[in-house]
């Protein structure tokens, strides 16, 4: 499926280098939050964008509605602000903080969602006809097993397939997912983690 992303500055940067030094981000795209803080709305609200696909993608079709998901929720950090300021200083020479990174597990007790929130986002994703599964040792990432068909449901939108000028043959959302505004204001993104093997192509994932 497609991939969209939030852009974010310094703060993206800082994020991503922390999590890296840490050693705990285990997937291969990480995701930043922006600046300002999202609007608390209860309505439905998008996340992400649309999958930019290159030039000379042609749509195929759609895929088969029990085709197996793999997908990641990416959830904001509980404390921007101050994530931003402890990246900073543990990356600044002169800082007192220099290099004293966090031991794993300590991340998402600190900067991660609260246990309350985690309880709350995991209760509306299974409303929304998806199973969330496991969460990562920072808090970041809540993992989802799903079939296309509930997917498209659940984030109100289409998954087509394409071919890529190459030859290689992907799936991708056709607009921005959309999640509740109660618990969109927590998620920075939606990653697609599955691949399958189709008449010698691959068919890869590009949310």
Do not use: H
């Not at 895929?63 to 994530?83: E, F, G, H, T």
């Not at 900067?111 to 998806?130: Q, Y």
């Amino acid at each position: 499926m497609g991939r969209f992303r939030y852009r974010a500055g310094w703060t993206a940067a800082g994020v991503i280098a922390l999590a890296l030094c840490c050693g705990l981000l285990g997937w291969s795209e990480a995701l930043a939050s922006p600046r300002s803080s999202p609007a608390r709305s209860s309505g439905p609200a998008a996340v992400g964008e649309a999958a930019a696909l290159p030039p000379g993608t042609a749509l195929l079709g759609s895929v088969s509605a029990s085709m197996p998901i793999a997908l990641d929720i990416v959830l904001k950090p509980r404390n921007p602000a101050a994530l931003e300021r402890f990246a900073l200083a543990v990356s600044s020479p002169r800082s007192s903080s220099y290099r004293r990174f966090l031991a794993r597990g300590q991340f998402g007790a600190r900067f991660g969602p609260s246990a309350g929130t985690l309880v709350k986002i995991k209760a509306a994703l299974r409303r929304l006809g998806l199973a969330p599964g496991s969460v990562s040792a920072n808090r970041l990432v809540l993992s989802v097993q799903t079939t296309a068909a509930r997917a498209e449901r659940a984030l109100g939108t289409a998954i087509g397939r394409f071919e890529l000028r190459s030859g290689r043959v992907v799936f991708a959302n056709t607009s921005a997912p959309v999640l509740p505004g109660a618990i969109a204001r927590y998620v920075q993104a939606v990653i697609g983690r599955s691949e399958e093997r189709r008449v010698g192509k691959e068919c890869r994932s590009r949310w």
